[in-house]
């Protein structure tokens, strides 16, 4: 990541924000993708896990999960749910494009465009090796991103989110601006969190750079690193492959 983001306001309203997204679905999908590829999985590793979204209910299946995160203010709330739900995850601060783990794990996911985070060309080729080098032979690497195509057919614009809770109200304003020589979209989030019981308001910036890919260069990456099969889906649809109209693409890639 070349700016901060996920610091410690936007990561405390992370979940809030996001508490539409089902993320047992997700695990569901993962599940699905390791039966149609044929991978018996027991252990995972979470590259950017965030505040633990897959990697907790996914622990909760009988998974043993590892979570990598940079962003302690995003592991901090992992931790916090795991430690109350009494799972057994095991969490590491650490840079996906570097870090070295003496484990193997049947399964590498990297969810929720955390690739698409990893903005310059090196960034996608060492966070690809990090995922190949925990993979055990045979192993199976999941991830979705921001899917080129139709980021440039659809266009990013101008997004706005309210989420009203008892106590307080968030609104987010969300204005992008794309960069079609940089395959990247700069998207400014605006917050706005409202106390309701003391009539006061937090307002606060965060930017986040993305970078969106196309099949052809992420197949190209993972095959120079060894993968051996490459598939593409449209997130959550293992039925056909992915359209101009798909904005989030999962890759399926097996070691
Ligand atoms: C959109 S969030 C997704 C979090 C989680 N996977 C989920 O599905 O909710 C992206 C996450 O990737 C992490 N991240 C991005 N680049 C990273 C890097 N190079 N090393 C480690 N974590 C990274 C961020 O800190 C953030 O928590």
Known sequence: MSITQFEQKY?????????DKDYEKECDFIERIFSKFGVTVSSILDLGCGSGGHAIPLSQRGYSITGVDISTHMLNKAI????????????????????????????VISMFAVIS????DQDLVSTFETAYKHLKKGGIFIFDFWFG??????????????????????IRITTPSIDIFSNTVDVNFKVFVIDKNRKSFDFFEELH????????????????????????????????????????????ALK
């Open 11 to 19: 990561s405390e309203i992370y979940d809030l924000i996001y508490q």
């Open 80 to 107: 916090e749910k795991a430690n109350k739900l009494k799972t057994g995850c095991r969490f590491l601060q650490g840079d996906i494009r570097k870090i070295q783990i003496n484990e193997t794990f049947n399964a």
């Open 117 to 120: 985070y990893q903005i310059e």
């Open 149 to 170: 195509p139709a980021v440039l057919n659809e266009k990013p614009s101008l997004k706005f989110k309210e989420v009203n809770l008892d106590k307080m109200r968030i």
């Open 209 to 252: 750079r993305v970078r969106y890919f196309f099949p052809r260069e992420i197949s190209s990456v993972l095959k120079n690193i060894g993968f051996s099969e490459i598939h593409f889906f449209p997130f959550l649809d293992l039925s056909r492959k992915p359209n101009e109209s798909d904005w989030n693409v999962s890759c399926v």
